[in-house]
């Protein structure tokens, strides 16, 4: 039987610590303007990097939930992600109206 230390506690520990890594990178960059949201180019990465740590999640999460058989959660996650690969592609690939 797998319990909770097996199964979450790697999951959580994974995206807690590196998550808040992430997150306080993402604070340094924002506030050194290192990434100007103004930017149309630099708007871009940061949906880009937003996506690639939630992308991650996503895809631990499906397989996680996967393995112990929980089809139903899986595939709402794997719908997620689907959604949020549209959403990317879409902010990615348009053009914008402003200059």
Known sequence: ???FNRIWLPYL?????????FCVGMF???KSKSLNRDRLRHNKWFYI????????MGIHGFFTFAA?????ISLII??????????????????????
Not at 13 to 21: D, N, Q
Not at 68 to 72: K, R
Not at 78 to 99: E, S, Y
């Open 28 to 30: 340094i960059i924002l």
């Open 1 to 3: 039987m797998l319990d």
């Open 68 to 72: 112990i058989g929980e089809t139903t």
């Open 13 to 21: 520990y994974l995206y807690i610590v590196g998550g808040g890594i």
């Open 49 to 56: 990097l937003i996506f690639g740590l939630l992308y991650y």
């Open 78 to 99: 794997a719908l997620f992600l689907i959604g949020m690969i549209a959403q990317l592609a879409i902010t990615v690939f348009t053009k914008p109206n402003k200059i």
